[in-house]
């Protein structure tokens, strides 16, 4: 590789399926790009590499998308979405891939650049994108990454040297995403709602491909592709439940089918602990609450099994009934995923039929008291809760009795398994949101990267709690008005 480019490995498929799932799209060149942060770890992992001296300036050219890297083909994708419960046509408005990207590891994935500018899909939105919800975006998507949750990863943060226009004037950045794929259950639903056969079944085709290859020798390649997003999905939502993290619009266009987190827009971390948490400005009904999304999940995986119906079977009753019973099996799956977590958390050996109600109780005592969801569980890590909390508090003295007979019915080696499990299970750093709120503003507003990169350095090792960092493990401080998020659009 000289100085000047990543190593970028382009082979791009995508393309070859039928056009009306996509428009060739080139970001629009911005006038002054420069990079703002870029993730080493990330480009060393993907092959890619870094530009040194010189090729700083180039690379700033490519990721803000002046320059087409060698082998890209860039495309605005099209899909549809339910979003907040009502059907749209969409796609990509503000973003192209650049193409897709084979690692060293044989692996392939799409390199996005979010902010690139308007497409045929736009509406009346202007394709640009500010500076701080995409660091947002870079700083909350690897932390998500660090915890061992699927997710999309962030590359760089580049700014257009240009500014953009929402309640106030703000500088224009490009995010360059890394995905597994950018294939959305409103993928599928636009070609359903196309009545477009031949591109329904090129999707399929393209999906099982890229994500499950098991399934392309089933019997029923399509059905085994909508059980095999079901159970990934199932996964996904529950790690979600495990760190407190809310996605904050859990719209069909923002529920990848690889079972990765995308779309990082209004989300956030609960501090307290409350299933109808909602931190999204625009989530006025709470339809995407803390405690509301495995629902929503299986909702949303419904209008999947609902795209997929024409291929499920040439009956269309038998098709639906085919897709109604793995719609229905989400909820046993999930129960049973989700309980299997939350015995880590508490570190439960084994399993034992009184668990679900030692786990409802202590997630009741933890509602009512509205104690820090990080926090009481890290505590809990350590095996011994003060004696002089355990005198004020009857209720929690109770619990705490039963949970200690619950892991001493386990022998010595086991119980310690399940502690040094359960150290992994909780972290004790999270992207809590004022911290997340503190760096930005210092970037954003004074152009000092430092606190961010602290941040990055902190959330880069969730699980190793260190001396030096108890700030990082702090709730926000009380205030009168709630903290709420924004989608960045």
Same mark, same amino acid.
């Given at each position: 590789?000289?100085?000047?480019?990543?190593?970028?490995?382009?082979?791009?498929?995508?393309?070859?399926?039928?056009?009306?799932?996509?428009?060739?799209?080139?970001?629009?060149?911005?006038?002054?790009?420069?990079?703002?942060?870029?993730?080493?770890?990330?480009?060393?992992?993907?092959?890619?590499?870094?530009?040194?001296?010189?090729?700083?300036?180039?690379?700033?050219?490519?990721?803000?998308?002046?320059?087409?890297?060698?082998?890209?083909?860039?495309?605005?994708?099209?899909?549809?979405?339910?979003?907040?419960?009502?059907?749209?046509?969409?796609?990509?408005?503000?973003?192209?891939?650049?193409?897709?990207?084979?690692?060293?590891?044989?692996?392939?994935?799409?390199?996005?650049?979010?902010?690139?500018?308007?497409?045929?899909?736009?509406?009346?939105?202007?394709?640009?994108?500010?500076?701080?919800?995409?660091?947002?975006?870079?700083?909350?998507?690897?932390?998500?990454?660090?915890?061992?949750?699927?997710?999309?990863?962030?590359?760089?943060?580049?700014?257009?040297?240009e500014q953009i226009y929402r309640e106030e004037v703000l500088a224009g950045a490009v995010l360059t995403r890394?995905?597994?794929?950018?294939?959305?259950?409103?993928?599928?639903?636009?070609?359903?709602?196309?009545?477009?056969?031949?591109?329904?079944?090129?999707?399929?085709?393209?999906?099982?491909?890229?994500?499950?290859?098991?399934?392309?020798?089933?019997?029923?390649?399509?059905?085994?592709?909508?059980?095999?997003?079901?159970?990934?999905?199932?996964?996904?939502?529950?790690?979600?439940?495990?760190?407190?993290?809310?996605?904050?619009?859990?719209?069909?266009?923002?529920?990848?089918?690889?079972?990765?987190?995308?779309?990082?827009?209004?989300?956030?971390?609960?501090?307290?602990?409350?299933?109808?948490?909602?931190?999204?400005?625009?989530?006025?009904?709470?339809?995407?609450?803390?405690?509301?999304?495995?629902?929503?999940?299986?909702?949303?995986?419904?209008?999947?099994?609902?795209?997929?119906?024409?291929?499920?079977?040439?009956?269309?009753?038998?098709?639906?009934?085919?897709?109604?019973?793995e719609i229905k099996a989400f909820t046993g799956q999930f129960e049973e995923t989700w309980l299997s977590m939350?015995?880590?958390?508490?570190?439960?050996?084994?399993?034992?039929?009184?668990?679900?109600?030692?786990?409802?109780?202590?997630?009741?005592?933890?509602?009512?008291?509205?104690?820090?969801?990080?926090?009481?569980?890290?505590?809990?890590?350590?095996?011994?809760?003060? %004696? @002089?909390?355990?005198? &004020?508090? !009857?209720?929690?003295? $109770?619990?705490?009795?039963?949970?200690?007979?619950?892991? *001493?019915? #386990?022998?010595?080696?086991?119980?310690?398994?399940?502690? %040094? @499990?359960?150290?992994? &299970?909780? !972290?004790?750093?999270? $992207?809590?949101?004022?911290?997340?709120?503190?760096?930005? *503003?210092? #970037?954003?507003?004074?152009?000092?990267?430092?606190?961010?990169?602290?941040?990055?350095?902190?959330?880069?090792?969730?699980?190793?709690?260190?001396?030096?960092?108890?700030?990082?493990?702090?709730? #926000?401080?009380?205030?009168?008005?709630?903290?709420?998020?924004?989608?960045?659009?």
């Amino acid at each position: 590789m000289n100085d000047s480019t990543l190593a970028w490995r382009f082979d791009n498929r995508y393309v070859q399926l039928p056009e009306v799932l996509f428009v060739r799209e080139r970001p629009t060149p911005v006038r002054q790009p420069k990079l703002v942060i870029f993730n080493d770890g990330l480009s060393q992992s993907l092959g890619l590499g870094r530009p040194s001296g010189s090729g700083q300036e180039s690379l700033a050219q490519q990721l803000a998308g002046n320059e087409l890297p060698p082998g890209a083909d860039p495309i605005a994708q099209a899909y549809a979405g339910h979003q907040f419960g009502h059907f749209n046509m969409l796609g990509d408005g503000r973003a192209v891939v650049l193409g897709e990207h084979c690692c060293p590891d044989g692996t392939r994935v799409d390199i996005q650049l979010k902010g690139s500018g308007r497409t045929p899909f736009s509406r009346r939105g202007d394709g640009r994108a500010a500076l701080g919800p995409m660091l947002r975006e870079y700083v909350v998507s690897e932390a998500m990454h660090a915890l061992r949750i699927p997710s999309t990863r962030s590359l760089a943060v580049t700014l257009t040297g240009e500014q953009i226009y929402r309640e106030e004037v703000l500088a224009g950045a490009v995010l360059t995403r890394i995905a597994s794929s950018h294939l959305r259950v409103g993928t599928f639903e636009y070609a359903a709602a196309r009545r477009d056969a031949a591109a329904l079944r090129a999707l399929v085709a393209f999906a099982i491909e890229r994500h499950y290859p098991e399934c392309a020798q089933a019997q029923e390649p399509a059905l085994a592709l909508l059980r095999a997003v079901i159970s990934r999905q199932v996964r996904l939502i529950v790690e979600w439940m495990r760190v407190g993290f809310i996605h904050g619009v859990m719209n069909t266009d923002n529920m990848s089918i690889s079972g990765e987190t995308i779309d990082y827009g209004p989300c956030a971390f609960l501090d307290v602990y409350d299933p109808e948490t909602v931190f999204s400005s625009i989530d006025h009904g709470g339809r995407y609450a803390f405690g509301n999304q495995p629902v929503i999940a299986q909702w949303n995986l419904a209008r999947f099994a609902e795209s997929l119906l024409t291929l499920l079977h040439d009956d269309a009753d038998e098709a639906l009934r085919m897709a109604e019973t793995e719609i229905k099996a989400f909820t046993g799956q999930f129960e049973e995923t989700w309980l299997s977590m939350m015995r880590g958390k508490l570190g439960l050996p084994g399993e034992e039929p009184e668990d679900r109600q030692l786990v409802d109780d202590w997630l009741g005592w933890m509602r009512d008291l509205e104690v820090d969801y990080t926090n009481q569980f890290r505590e809990l890590c350590q095996g011994l809760l003060p %004696a @002089d909390r355990l005198a &004020a508090d !009857p209720r929690l003295a $109770a619990w705490y009795a039963r949970w200690q007979e619950r892991r *001493a019915r #386990a022998d010595e080696a086991g119980r310690d398994r399940a502690l %040094a @499990d359960m150290r992994q &299970a909780n !972290p004790a750093y999270i $992207a809590r949101n004022h911290q997340v709120e503190t760096a930005l *503003a210092a #970037a954003v507003q004074r152009h000092d990267l430092q606190p961010l990169h602290r941040l990055l350095r902190v959330l880069a090792h969730p699980y190793d709690e260190r001396e030096g960092l108890e700030e990082y493990a702090q709730p #926000a401080p009380a205030t009168p008005v709630p903290y709420q998020t924004f989608c960045g659009t």
